[in-house]
């Protein structure tokens, strides 16, 4: 509770001000959850105070105002059509981010242009880097430790997905990865069968 009140407090969420007459406050309930791996093991523990702020309509459209508006002041250009893409080029340097409700992927052709990128965002947001080099072959082998890794591949999968929205180059690859695909075969029924993953 005290992280997500310092979150709060230091993205100056709110204004304290005097409830306009004839208006009723926003009720406020804290909410909690645990958030597990895909081996059952305890991740984290979550707290959000609901509806006074995620709960209200409005509260993506600032979200994302204030994101595109740090991105646009810092030299970004925003995608005439794609508004989730931001690219800023600049002597040689190229960086691009895809944004994907409170997730931002960040690509580019210069790692130190990246990690800069990256301490600036910090600067003004209270973000997660979740990066990590991992990397997978397109044919499994003995030594290709994700693919014995559920939680590592599921995040690097996860992460390719995302990023086929503006690469449709990788689609068909990511989505026929090594022997964990969902097989279509023809049918001769009229029935609907289907597969759902609750992950």
């Known amino acids: 509770m005290n992280k ?3 979150a709060l407090y230091d993205n100056d969420t709110w204004e304290v001000n005097d409830l306009p007459k004839g208006r ?3 009720g406020v309930k804290w909410v909690f959850k645990i958030k597990y791996k ?3 093991e305890i991740k984290r523990y979550k707290a959000r105070l609901k509806k006074y702020l995620y709960g ?3 509260a993506p459209r600032q979200w994302n105002a204030k994101l595109t508006h740090t991105l646009i002041e810092n030299g970004f250009k925003q995608s005439k059509s794609d508004y989730s893409l931001f690219t800023e080029s ?3 340097n190229f960086v691009a981010l895809l944004i994907y409700v409170d997730d931002i992927i960040i690509i580019g052709n210069n790692i130190d242009e990246i990690e800069n990128f990256k301490s600036f965002l910090k600067t003004k947001f209270q973000i997660k880097d979740l990066d990590q080099n991992v990397s997978i072959n ?3 082998t003995n030594d290709d430790p994700i693919i014995d890794n559920i939680t590592e591949y599921q995040k ?3 992460k390719l997905i995302n990023l086929t929205r503006t690469r449709p180059d990788i689609a068909y690859s990511v989505h026929c990865s090594p022997s964990k695909g969902i097989h279509i075969s023809r049918n ?3 029935y609907l069968e289907v597969f759902v993953d609750a992950d």
């Open 156 to 158: 690097l999968i996860g």
């Open 188 to 190: 001769k029924t009229t």
């Open 4 to 6: 997500e009140m310092k």
């Open 38 to 40: 895909s081996n059952g």
């Open 138 to 140: 397109i044919e499994p």
């Open 90 to 92: 600049e002597k040689g």
């Open 56 to 58: 209200l309509k409005q």
């Open 24 to 26: 009723k406050s926003i």
